[in-house]
């Protein structure tokens, strides 16, 4: 099982940049892009919560969990 990041999906129906979202986590725009693509293994869950906090959505909105071969 692999675990999709859909961040990029929740900006867009936020009409929010990225750049807003770093300034209004206090993580760097570079950390919000690693998010985006899935290229981290990890992410706290005080940062998941404030990303939470400023989008109005539940960590279920940004997580998706896929079999192994779908995506």
């Given at each position: 099982?692999?675990?999709?990041?859909r961040?990029?999906?929740?900006?867009?129906?936020?009409?929010?940049?990225?750049?807003?979202?770093?300034?209004?986590?206090?993580?760097?725009?570079?950390?919000?892009?690693?998010l985006?693509?899935?290229?981290?293994?990890?992410?706290?869950?005080?940062?998941?919560?404030?990303?939470?906090?400023?989008?109005?959505?539940?960590?279920?909105?940004?997580?998706?969990?896929?079999?192994?071969?779908?995506?």
């Amino acid at each position: 099982m692999q675990i999709v990041v859909r961040l990029d999906v929740m900006l867009a129906r936020r009409k929010m940049r990225s750049r807003e979202l770093s300034e209004r986590v206090g993580i760097t725009e570079q950390n919000i892009s690693l998010l985006k693509s899935g290229k981290v293994k990890g992410i706290r869950f005080e940062t998941l919560a404030r990303i939470c906090d400023v989008l109005e959505c539940q960590p279920g909105d940004l997580l998706e969990a896929l079999p192994d071969g779908e995506m």
